[in-house]
């Protein structure tokens, strides 16, 4: 297994395993989005909470496979059934994602691997519906981009909540009302074109055609801007404050809280870095590539950070997170040779970029079958059955 992730049955990790793993707490605007008649459906049609995730979380996939198929490079409008089947599928990942939870209750299954298998999901999914949103907005390279403004408070949520034991949403946050913008955008898509997405934001909504800068570039990319300015940044800032007052009331150590965000920021500069020097245009020719294998890896340092809160470890930087950066070094070396070799890497940047991928895939596949085992194997529990193992 990747690092310091072994749990045993008498081990101080396995004996906090036992404790109550729900520590959630949502407020919303809508909260009966995710309380539809679908939900109430598939909580007696299937009774098995981790398969209700896994299967929301199978929806995006399809969602980004049809992306794939239909706009290889995400800059071209694909058939407008497309985007409406965006949006379905990402409704109804909304709703098992919503129902998974309140069906652990209901059967009395709730256990800390159900929660690390939900938010595990919910990390990589950051990823699928980047994809799938770059398809119908015909994002192209800035697709790696609206990842990063999922993937930034979705980690920096993570941390908190490790610090201060609670995740507590805002009455306005993504997993409802964000998605809930995203699938209408996608059903609103179906209907004016994804043509729409490439003008001037200015043309598109008229009424702030007097925002200078804003109204004279491309309507995606205007969104992006305003995501960051009114949901990334203030988002992160409380996130932030947050630890920080939970650091400084246990005369804890800041710089050491702040370390468990190195090795996401160096993942996010290193692909970044790889992109600058890339003669290859890796974000424009590849996006699925580049968005996958950075959104496992992103996958990876998540389920980390979670099992180091349910299995109550010493605060401060896990080294084996760092096992998501290997690539990378290799990676940027190549691009570098290009600039010695008159343009000409040493190895085409693709079979680099799908090594980069296949090691991210492999790599998270490893951690979360190895700890699936021995979580299951610590509580005497299965992972896809209610039942609980003989002793």
């Given at each position: 297994?990747?690092?310091?992730?072994?749990?045993?049955?008498?081990?101080?990790?396995?004996?906090?395993?036992?404790?109550?793993?729900?520590?959630?707490?949502?407020?919303?605007?809508?909260?009966?989005?995710?309380?539809?008649?679908?939900?109430?459906?598939?909580?007696?049609?299937?009774?098995?909470?981790?398969?209700?995730?896994?299967?929301?979380?199978?929806?995006?996939?399809?969602?980004?496979?049809?992306?794939?198929?239909?706009?290889?490079?995400?800059?071209?409008?694909?058939?407008?059934?497309?985007?409406?089947?965006?949006?379905?599928?990402?409704?109804?990942?909304?709703?098992?994602?919503?129902?998974?939870?309140?069906?652990?209750?209901?059967?009395?299954?709730?256990?800390?691997?159900?929660?690390l298998f939900d938010h595990g999901c919910d990390a990589l999914a950051c990823a699928f519906e980047a994809l799938a949103f770059g398809s119908t907005a015909m994002c192209g390279r800035d697709t790696f981009w609206f990842w990063v403004i999922s993937a930034v408070p979705f980690y920096f949520a993570t941390w908190e909540s490790y610090f201060t034991n609670t995740l507590v949403l805002p009455v306005v946050n993504g997993p409802t009302e964000g998605l809930m913008l995203i699938y209408l955008s996608h059903f609103f898509t179906s209907l004016m074109g994804a043509e729409w997405w490439g003008q001037q934001f200015g043309k598109s909504m008229p009424l702030v055609s007097w925002v200078p800068f804003l109204n004279e570039i491309p309507t995606n990319r205007a969104v992006l801007l305003l995501m960051?300015?009114?949901?990334?940044?203030?988002?992160?800032?409380?996130?932030?404050?947050?630890?920080?007052?939970?650091?400084?009331?246990?005369?804890?150590?800041?710089?050491?809280?702040?370390?468990?965000?190195?090795?996401?920021?160096?993942?996010?500069?290193?692909?970044?870095?790889?992109?600058?020097?890339?003669?290859?245009?890796?974000?424009?020719?590849?996006?699925?590539?580049?968005?996958?294998?950075?959104?496992?890896?992103?996958?990876?340092?998540?389920?980390?950070?979670?099992?180091?809160?349910?299995?109550?470890?010493?605060?401060?930087?896990?080294?084996?997170?760092?096992?998501?950066?290997?690539?990378?070094?290799?990676?940027?070396?190549?691009?570098?040779?290009?600039?010695?070799?008159?343009?000409?890497?040493?190895?085409?940047?693709?079979?680099?970029?799908?090594?980069?991928?296949?090691?991210?895939?492999?790599?998270?596949?490893?951690?979360?079958?190895?700890?699936?085992?021995?979580?299951?194997?610590?509580?005497?529990?299965?992972?896809?059955?209610?039942?609980?193992?003989?002793?």
């Open positions: 297994m990747p690092g310091n992730t072994s749990i045993h049955p008498f081990s101080s990790g396995s004996l906090s395993l036992h404790k109550d793993s729900n520590w959630s707490i949502a407020f919303s605007l809508f909260p009966e989005l995710t309380d539809n008649f679908i939900g109430v459906h598939v909580m007696y049609m299937c009774p098995r909470p981790n398969m209700i995730t896994l299967t929301g979380f199978l929806f995006l996939v399809t969602s980004a496979l049809l992306g794939y198929i239909y706009s290889p490079m995400l800059d071209s409008p694909p058939p407008r059934w497309v985007n409406f089947a965006h949006g379905l599928l990402l409704f109804l990942y909304q709703t098992f994602d919503a129902v998974d939870g309140k069906q652990a209750r209901r059967t009395n299954s709730s256990s800390p691997l159900g929660e960051v300015a009114f949901a990334v940044i203030p988002t992160v800032y409380c996130n932030v404050n947050n630890v920080h007052k939970v650091v400084k009331a246990s005369n804890a150590s800041m710089p050491r809280a702040l370390a468990m965000i190195y090795p996401f920021v160096v993942l996010l500069g290193g692909v970044l870095l790889w992109d600058y020097l890339s003669p290859s245009d890796l974000m424009k020719n590849y996006p699925h590539f580049v968005v996958v294998g950075t959104g496992l890896a992103f996958g990876f340092l998540v389920g980390r950070l979670i099992l180091a809160h349910l299995c109550d470890e010493p605060k401060g930087l896990k080294t084996n997170m760092c096992m998501s950066l290997l690539c990378l070094p290799f990676a940027i070396a190549n691009a570098l040779t290009a600039r010695l070799n008159d343009g000409v890497p040493m190895v085409d940047e693709f079979w680099v970029l799908l090594a980069y991928t296949a090691y991210s895939v492999s790599l998270y596949l490893h951690f979360a079958t190895s700890v699936i085992h021995e979580i299951t194997s610590a509580l005497g529990i299965y992972c896809f059955r209610i039942t609980r193992k003989e002793a």
